[in-house]
């Protein structure tokens, strides 16, 4: 049998309805911002490997670093044990990380990093004597496929099947020019009269609900709300950490930092699974007890796994270059230039921006959805001409690795062109 033949007796994978499974494509090997198929083929990784590399594939420093470290140790329990590349990927990260957060806690995935932030929260409150159970989210948000992270999601297809066992959550909406003024009063009402643990929110993009954007300002309102009636605020950065929106954290575009932070994809520069979840010290210190029951209760197998951490480290050494940084300013100007050129297009309903990441809506007589059958001509279309791009329903996006040349980005928006032209 063949690899793909093997596939398809032996793996079930991931989002993939089974009925319509096409043929996988064979990746053999990666370098920069190009895949290789085991036919021949390259491919441009227009979206930085499902939004988790930073600086391309197989990066020369990065691999370096692991097999260093391969040769010292591979794996410590993280109770009772330590070791460097945790102590000091966490000292790294608190000197970018907004001045507020003083403790890194670590954990497998994105999924885990917000579950470790909901358990946080809620047995903060439960330390305190108090008991708080509810959430407050953004509709059509992302935040994992756990449990709790489902719960604090978008009800959607996602996670229909198990929405009897998700707990209560109240979803409001994103907050823009006209709402903010409600919003603002809705949230008020909200956390005086129930018991809320905390808020949780994607700052300034919310990722797989459709590259949805908006301003800092306004979250900067809610989170003062939550703030002054002593809700704790959660911003998921899994998505939008190291880099993405230009800034090292979209949480620097905030006047008012929030008190946990989650995260994971970009975090070992694409290398492997890792969540953090960051904290303030009145967090910590409500877990600080001679009573044992206080403790939190919370560890994977693989929390702080040295080999992780040291892909980390390694990433942290180039998001630390000036050279990435001016990476970032490049794709941002063109985005920019590109968004401005295609903006009135008849095919497109909506085209926005936030730093690296460009998404694109397209008009089609069905709505805008994650199911919309957009998706596959998009998809299809693009991998012809050799980029990968994995499109939310009608809404596709672009958000490549730092490390892009100018012609990659100058060959994927003429071909955008062309598919807008047919479109
Ligand atoms: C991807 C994502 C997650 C989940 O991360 P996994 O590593 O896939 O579990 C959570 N929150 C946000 C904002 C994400 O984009």
Redesign the pocket.
Known sequence: MSILEKDKEFVWHPFTHLKSEGENICIERAEGSYYYDDKGNKYIDAISSW?VNLHGHSHPHINLKLVQQIQKFEHTMFSGFTHQPAVELAERLLKHLPKNQNKIFYSD???TA?EVALKMALQFWENKGESKPLFIAFENA????TFG?MSVGERNVFNNAFEKLLFEVVHIPLPNAENIGRLETELQTLVKNHSVAAFIF?PLVQ??GGMQMYEAKYLDKLIQICNKNKVITIA?E??TGFGRTGKFFASDYLQNKPDIICL??GLTGGYMPLGVTSCSQFIYDAFVSDDKKKTFFHGHSYTGNPIACTAALASMDLMEEKRTWIGIDRIIKKHEFFLSKIKSHKAIKNVRQTGTILAIELNTTEHSHYLNNASEKIAEYFLKHGILIRPLGNVFYILPPYCISFGDLDFMYTRIEEFLAMS
């Open positions: 939004w995935n994105g999924s917000v992302y935040h994992g496929d992270g994607e990722g797989a998921d899994v998505m994971s994809k």
